[in-house]
Every structure is written in structure tokens, then in C-alpha cells.
């Protein structure tokens, strides 16, 4: 499957409100917004290494990261980075065809948090997977940005 329709995070008003199971059918949808991390974060994902977090300024890690590709804008106010994403919008982490997570288990905190905390708290930009493998897939796997943290 190729990536989702991005998310137009100005349109939340058209988004669904959450409920248990919802993320069972969706295409990911989530995971084409663009997500904020933080130094611990960065951690957890195996980016930056402890030694790292602890003698270089979070400009200086931006910096590698954008060369690298991991991130495509810091924050230097709020030393926030944000994790590059496929042209299609996809977050680099997303497998395109089971539209599962492939961090799972080391996701930011942004994406743990959602839909609680987001654009619109207790809504996400829900939309159905497009083929019935996907479908399948998503909710027989138990993993995934989808579901998993919130059934
Ligand atoms: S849950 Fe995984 S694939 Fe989805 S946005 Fe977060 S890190 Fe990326």
C-alpha cells in the first residue's frame, strides 16, 4: 500500500472522535502528521546516545539529525525537534504496507499520547485502510501506533 491521504492538521474538524477498536481499520492516518520529540525521545529511539544527550546542546544534535535526514525542523526556543517524513507524508518509521509502526515499543511520547493530547484532544483523523490485508493486518497484529496502547 502506498502512504495515506495526509492529515490536514487545520482540519480537525473533520476528524472522528476516538473510541476503543477505531484503529483497527484505519489507514494510519496518525502517523502523517508531523510529530515533536525531545532529547528523551531521541534517547529511547537509539538516535542520540547518553553520552551525547549530556555534553552537546540540543542544536548541535539537531544539526546532525537534519544532516542525517531524521529531522526535518528544531525548534530552538523550545528545543523540539520534528521528525522528517516520506513525500507522501509518512513518518520515517511507518512500514508503507502493513501501515504499522516499526518503533513501536521506543515511539515518542507524541505518538503515545495521541489522541489524547493533540490538535484536538480525544478526536483523531481516522480513515479506513484501503485494502482487506491491511485490515487484516492491523487487527490481528497487536501492535502499531493504532490501538494497541489504548484497547
Ligand atoms: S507511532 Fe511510529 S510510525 Fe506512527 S508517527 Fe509515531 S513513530 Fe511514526
Known amino acids: 500500500m502506498s502512504s495515506a491521504v495526509r492529515v490536514d492538521i487545520d482540519r480537525t474538524e473533520t476528524w472522528t472522535r476516538y473510541r476503543k477498536g477505531l484503529c483497527e481499520g484505519c489507514a494510519a492516518r496518525c502517523c502523517t502528521m ?3 520529540v525531545r532529547v528523551p525521545d531521541l534517547l529511547r529511539l537509539g538516535l542520540v546516545e547518553p553520552f551525547e544527550a549530556e555534553h552537546e546542546t540540543p542544536a548541535v544534535i539537531a ?7 531524521i529531522v526535518g525542523h528544531f525548534s530552538h526556543k523550545h528545543a523540539i525537534f520534528t521528525l522528517s517524513q516520506r513525500a507522501g507524508g509518512d513518518c520515517l518509521y511507518l512500514d508503507g504496507k502493513s501501515r504499522l ?3 513501536y515499543e521506543r515511539r515518542p511520547d507524541t505518538c ?3 489522541p489524547a493530547v493533540g490538535p484536538r484532544p480525544g478526536y483523531c483523523p481516522y480513515g479506513p485502510a484501503d485494502t482487506a490485508a491491511a485490515s487484516v493486518t492491523l487487527a490481528s497484529s497487536g501492535r ?6 489504548r484497547s
Open 144 to 149: 502499531g501506533k493504532r490501538g494497541a496502547s
Open 112 to 114: 503515545r499520547q495521541h
Open 63 to 69: 544539526r546532525r539529525l537534519q544532516r542525517e535526514g
Open 101 to 103: 509502526c516499526t518503533v
Open 34 to 36: 508531523p510529530v515533536e
